[in-house]
Protein backbone atom coordinates (compact mmCIF):
# COMPACT_ATOMS: atom_id res chain seq x y z
CA UNK A 1 0.00 0.00 0.00
CA UNK A 2 1.63 3.20 -0.85
CA UNK A 3 2.24 6.14 1.59
CA UNK A 4 -0.35 9.17 1.62
CA UNK A 5 1.54 12.20 -0.03
CA UNK A 6 2.86 14.95 2.91
CA UNK A 7 0.68 17.82 0.66
CA UNK A 8 -2.08 15.52 0.82
CA UNK A 9 -2.05 14.29 4.22
CA UNK A 10 -1.55 18.08 5.46
CA UNK A 11 -4.58 18.79 2.59
CA UNK A 12 -6.61 16.68 4.85
CA UNK A 13 -5.27 18.16 8.05
CA UNK A 14 -6.45 21.50 7.05
CA UNK A 15 -10.15 20.32 5.94
CA UNK A 16 -10.53 18.92 9.29
CA UNK A 17 -9.27 22.35 10.81
CA UNK A 18 -12.27 23.88 8.44
CA UNK A 19 -14.55 21.63 10.09
CA UNK A 20 -14.05 22.44 13.57
CA UNK A 21 -13.68 25.94 13.01
CA UNK A 22 -17.10 26.39 11.07
CA UNK A 23 -18.64 24.22 13.53
CA UNK A 24 -17.63 26.55 16.72
CA UNK A 25 -18.66 29.73 14.33
CA UNK A 26 -21.60 28.41 13.61
CA UNK A 27 -22.46 27.82 17.24
CA UNK A 28 -22.22 31.10 17.95
CA UNK A 29 -25.42 33.15 18.90
CA UNK A 30 -25.53 36.35 17.21
CA UNK A 31 -28.41 38.00 18.94
CA UNK A 32 -26.38 37.53 21.96
CA UNK A 33 -24.01 40.48 23.09
CA UNK A 34 -20.60 39.33 25.33
CA UNK A 35 -20.83 40.74 28.98
CA UNK A 36 -17.38 41.50 28.65
CA UNK A 37 -14.55 42.03 25.74
CA UNK A 38 -11.24 41.66 26.12
CA UNK A 39 -10.14 45.43 24.64
CA UNK A 40 -6.76 46.35 23.62
CA UNK A 41 -6.33 50.24 23.76
CA UNK A 42 -2.87 52.19 23.30
CA UNK A 43 -2.33 55.41 24.05
CA UNK A 44 1.10 57.19 24.77
CA UNK A 45 -0.49 59.42 27.21
CA UNK A 46 -0.39 57.90 29.83
CA UNK A 47 -2.97 59.65 31.83
CA UNK A 48 -5.14 59.23 28.97
CA UNK A 49 -4.29 55.74 28.90
CA UNK A 50 -5.65 56.00 32.25
CA UNK A 51 -8.53 57.45 31.84
CA UNK A 52 -9.90 55.56 28.65
CA UNK A 53 -9.16 52.09 30.45
CA UNK A 54 -11.25 53.08 33.16
CA UNK A 55 -13.99 54.20 30.84
CA UNK A 56 -13.58 50.96 29.51
CA UNK A 57 -14.13 49.23 32.79
CA UNK A 58 -16.72 51.53 34.03
CA UNK A 59 -18.90 50.61 31.19
CA UNK A 60 -18.03 46.64 31.89
CA UNK A 61 -15.10 45.68 29.71
CA UNK A 62 -11.72 43.96 29.94
CA UNK A 63 -9.25 46.64 29.09
CA UNK A 64 -5.49 45.48 28.34
CA UNK A 65 -3.51 49.31 28.41
CA UNK A 66 -0.43 49.64 26.55
CA UNK A 67 1.50 53.14 26.47
CA UNK A 68 3.82 51.93 23.21
CA UNK A 69 2.45 50.84 20.44
CA UNK A 70 5.55 48.35 19.68
CA UNK A 71 4.61 46.79 22.65
CA UNK A 72 0.75 46.27 21.75
CA UNK A 73 1.77 45.09 18.70
CA UNK A 74 4.11 42.31 20.18
CA UNK A 75 1.05 41.27 22.26
CA UNK A 76 -1.54 41.15 18.63
CA UNK A 77 1.23 38.60 17.53
CA UNK A 78 1.26 36.93 20.48
CA UNK A 79 -2.67 36.64 21.60
CA UNK A 80 -4.46 38.56 19.22
CA UNK A 81 -6.80 35.84 18.78
CA UNK A 82 -8.06 36.47 21.89
CA UNK A 83 -8.83 39.93 21.81
CA UNK A 84 -12.18 40.65 21.01
CA UNK A 85 -11.45 44.55 20.15
CA UNK A 86 -8.16 46.89 19.23
CA UNK A 87 -8.64 50.70 20.50
CA UNK A 88 -6.03 53.20 19.82
CA UNK A 89 -4.68 57.06 19.49
CA UNK A 90 -3.19 57.66 16.25
CA UNK A 91 -0.15 59.97 16.50
CA UNK A 92 2.39 57.78 18.49
CA UNK A 93 6.23 57.51 18.75
CA UNK A 94 7.55 54.40 16.21
CA UNK A 95 4.59 53.60 15.35
CA UNK A 96 0.73 54.96 14.40
CA UNK A 97 -2.75 53.97 15.20
CA UNK A 98 -2.87 52.91 11.74
CA UNK A 99 0.49 50.94 11.75
CA UNK A 100 -0.63 49.28 14.60
CA UNK A 101 -3.70 47.65 12.93
CA UNK A 102 -2.31 47.23 9.92
CA UNK A 103 0.69 45.54 11.85
CA UNK A 104 -2.31 42.85 13.48
CA UNK A 105 -3.39 42.32 10.11
CA UNK A 106 -0.23 41.35 8.74
CA UNK A 107 0.16 38.93 11.89
CA UNK A 108 -3.35 37.16 10.64
CA UNK A 109 -5.74 39.25 13.31
CA UNK A 110 -8.27 40.52 11.60
CA UNK A 111 -9.96 42.46 14.60
CA UNK A 112 -12.23 45.21 15.00
CA UNK A 113 -10.11 48.27 15.04
CA UNK A 114 -11.14 51.77 16.55
CA UNK A 115 -8.91 55.02 16.08
CA UNK A 116 -9.26 58.00 18.91
CA UNK A 117 -7.56 61.31 17.73
CA UNK A 118 -8.09 65.10 18.19
CA UNK A 119 -7.12 65.51 14.85
CA UNK A 120 -9.35 62.82 12.46
CA UNK A 121 -8.84 65.24 9.37
CA UNK A 122 -5.10 63.81 9.60
CA UNK A 123 -5.76 59.98 8.88
CA UNK A 124 -6.36 58.74 5.51
CA UNK A 125 -9.50 58.75 5.12
CA UNK A 126 -8.89 55.50 1.94
CA UNK A 127 -6.82 53.62 4.70
CA UNK A 128 -9.75 54.04 7.37
CA UNK A 129 -12.46 53.16 4.25
CA UNK A 130 -10.00 49.90 3.26
CA UNK A 131 -9.95 48.14 6.95
CA UNK A 132 -13.38 49.58 8.01
CA UNK A 133 -11.93 51.26 10.63
CA UNK A 134 -14.30 53.38 13.45
CA UNK A 135 -13.05 57.13 13.79
CA UNK A 136 -13.75 58.82 17.62
CA UNK A 137 -12.80 61.97 17.50
CA UNK A 138 -10.81 62.99 21.60
CA UNK A 139 -12.54 63.85 24.04
CA UNK A 140 -14.52 61.02 23.59
CA UNK A 141 -17.63 61.01 24.54
CA UNK A 142 -18.42 57.92 26.98
CA UNK A 143 -21.53 56.84 25.64
CA UNK A 144 -20.86 57.26 21.91
CA UNK A 145 -17.87 54.95 22.59
CA UNK A 146 -19.97 52.30 24.38
CA UNK A 147 -22.11 52.44 21.45
CA UNK A 148 -19.51 51.90 18.87
CA UNK A 149 -17.91 49.25 20.74
CA UNK A 150 -21.29 47.38 20.55
CA UNK A 151 -22.05 47.91 16.71
CA UNK A 152 -18.18 46.49 16.12
CA UNK A 153 -18.68 43.71 18.36
CA UNK A 154 -21.71 42.98 16.61
CA UNK A 155 -20.84 43.36 13.21
CA UNK A 156 -17.81 41.12 13.21
CA UNK A 157 -19.58 38.47 15.31
CA UNK A 158 -22.18 38.57 12.48
CA UNK A 159 -19.72 38.23 9.51
CA UNK A 160 -17.69 35.49 11.57
CA UNK A 161 -21.16 33.69 11.93
CA UNK A 162 -22.36 34.15 8.23
CA UNK A 163 -19.56 31.78 7.28
CA UNK A 164 -21.18 28.66 5.34
CA UNK A 165 -19.16 25.07 4.95
CA UNK A 166 -20.88 22.77 2.71
CA UNK A 167 -19.26 19.56 2.47
CA UNK A 168 -20.27 17.16 -0.15
CA UNK A 169 -19.67 13.34 -0.81
CA UNK A 170 -16.50 12.33 -2.23
CA UNK A 171 -13.53 14.33 -3.26
CA UNK A 172 -14.89 17.54 -4.32
CA UNK A 173 -16.19 20.03 -1.29
CA UNK A 174 -17.53 23.62 -1.81
CA UNK A 175 -16.96 26.64 0.65
CA UNK A 176 -19.18 29.74 0.79
CA UNK A 177 -17.10 32.53 2.67
CA UNK A 178 -18.69 35.61 3.13
CA UNK A 179 -15.69 37.28 5.10
CA UNK A 180 -13.35 36.09 2.48
CA UNK A 181 -10.37 37.40 4.97
CA UNK A 182 -10.96 34.31 7.01
CA UNK A 183 -10.06 31.63 4.13
CA UNK A 184 -6.99 33.99 2.60
CA UNK A 185 -5.40 34.18 6.35
CA UNK A 186 -5.08 31.01 6.81
CA UNK A 187 -4.70 29.57 3.32
CA UNK A 188 -1.59 31.69 3.43
CA UNK A 189 -0.05 30.11 7.06
CA UNK A 190 -0.76 26.73 4.83
CA UNK A 191 0.43 26.57 1.31
CA UNK A 192 4.09 27.77 2.21
CA UNK A 193 4.10 23.76 3.69
CA UNK A 194 2.26 22.50 0.92
CA UNK A 195 3.75 23.57 -2.64
CA UNK A 196 1.44 20.92 -4.27
CA UNK A 197 -1.67 21.76 -2.64
CA UNK A 198 -4.67 21.71 -4.68
CA UNK A 199 -8.09 23.07 -4.11
CA UNK A 200 -11.20 21.46 -5.49
CA UNK A 201 -13.46 23.70 -3.91
CA UNK A 202 -15.32 26.84 -4.99
CA UNK A 203 -15.23 29.99 -3.13
CA UNK A 204 -18.06 32.48 -3.26
CA UNK A 205 -18.62 36.44 -1.97
CA UNK A 206 -21.98 36.79 0.06
CA UNK A 207 -22.63 40.45 -0.44
Not at 44 to 57: F, P
Request: charged fraction near 25%; aromatic fraction near 8%; charge should be positive.
Amino acid sequence: MSKTPKWLDAFYRFIDFLKKKTKNTMNTDIQSEPDSLRIVIVDDNKMLLQIHSAILEDIGHQPLAFDCPLGAASYLKQHGENIDIIITDYKMPNMSGLQLIQKALEYGQNIPSMILTAAPDDIDANQVAQHNITILSKPVNVELLSSQIRDLSSHHRKQKTSVQTKFKSGDKFSFDFSDLSFFVIHLSKFKHKCPKFIFCCKISMVI
